[in-house]
């Protein structure tokens, strides 16, 4: 990785902002890979789901010794080569990710994975700790926010009614909040140098062009 990280864009902020959309918008327009590290955790809580392998037992780490998590050059998430692209976004390997999050192993784990994917330089890295642990360093860092209730609004019109209704959702995102902000292995929050970016009333394309207008001149960099 580029020590200046002229050629890293980071993207942090909690659960139901919006992360992953804006981050795979801004990678498209810049021509740059997308390094969505949420999906990372959700393989690793998968793994561990399918092997009944819970976040306080004795055999997490041999687990992790024996993962592999990835992307294809497609953008797929391969888990030990396997896609399970779709496998990792239901409702309960979601939760339980944010849950193993909180786990100083599993993050120093995938900490090692994401930065080997970022040596190359020109990525949209999201997620919650990017900006201020993974990559420190990189130039242009953003946090996007908006209030818990549009957060839930969000989500549940994503989801669908099939994971409870507008408030079970909110309190589930309120639930993770707490998690994320209050973890003693790097939290949850914006990083010193990053712009703070309240999505509460903007669409995914205000919140993409707002974006972009801060690096426009990115593509010129690092290549």
């Given at each position: 990785m580029?020590q200046?990280?002229?050629?890293?864009?980071?993207?942090?902020?909690?659960?139901g902002?919006g992360k992953s959309?804006?981050?795979r918008?801004?990678?498209e327009?810049?021509g740059?890979?997308?390094?969505?590290?949420g999906?990372?955790?959700?393989?690793?809580?998968?793994?561990?789901?399918?092997?009944?392998?819970?976040?306080?037992?004795?055999?997490l780490?041999?687990?992790?010794?024996?993962?592999?998590?990835?992307?294809?050059?497609e953008?797929?998430?391969?888990?030990d080569g396997?896609?399970?692209?779709?496998?990792v976004?239901?409702?309960?390997v979601?939760?339980?990710?944010?849950r193993?999050?909180?786990?100083?192993?599993?993050?120093k784990?995938?900490?090692?994975?994401q930065?080997?994917?970022?040596e190359g330089?020109?990525?949209?890295?999201?997620?919650?700790?990017m900006?201020?642990?993974?990559?420190p360093?990189a130039?242009?860092?953003?946090?996007?926010?908006a209030?818990?209730t549009?957060?839930a609004r969000?989500?549940?019109?994503?989801?669908?009614?099939?994971h409870?209704?507008?408030?079970?959702?909110e309190n589930e995102?309120s639930?993770r909040?707490?998690?994320?902000?209050?973890?003693?292995?790097?939290p949850l929050?914006?990083?010193?140098d990053?712009v703070?970016?309240d999505t509460?009333?903007?669409n995914?394309e205000?919140?993409?062009?707002?974006i972009m207008?801060r690096v426009?001149?990115?593509?010129?960099?690092?290549?």
């Amino acid at each position: 990785m580029k020590q200046n990280g002229d050629n890293i864009v980071t993207i942090d902020g909690p659960s139901g902002v919006g992360k992953s959309t804006v981050a795979r918008r801004v990678a498209e327009g810049l021509g740059f890979s997308c390094l969505e590290t949420g999906a990372m955790y959700r393989a690793v809580a998968l793994k561990a789901i399918e092997a009944e392998v819970d976040c306080d037992s004795a055999l997490l780490s041999e687990l992790l010794l024996e993962t592999t998590v990835d992307f294809s050059p497609e953008g797929k998430v391969l888990l030990d080569g396997r896609d399970v692209s779709v496998l990792v976004r239901t409702e309960r390997v979601s939760s339980f990710s944010s849950r193993l999050a909180e786990l100083a192993e599993v993050r120093k784990f995938l900490v090692k994975v994401q930065r080997r994917i970022g040596e190359g330089g020109n990525i949209v890295a999201e997620g919650r700790d990017m900006g201020t642990n993974v990559f420190p360093r990189a130039k242009y860092k953003f946090y996007l926010d908006a209030a818990v209730t549009e957060r839930a609004r969000r989500r549940f019109f994503q989801n669908g009614p099939e994971h409870g209704s507008v408030l079970d959702v909110e309190n589930e995102l309120s639930r993770r909040d707490r998690r994320d902000t209050l973890r003693s292995e790097n939290p949850l929050r914006p990083a010193p140098d990053a712009v703070i970016i309240d999505t509460t009333r903007m669409n995914i394309e205000e919140v993409v062009s707002t974006i972009m207008l801060r690096v426009k001149d990115i593509s010129l960099l690092g290549n």
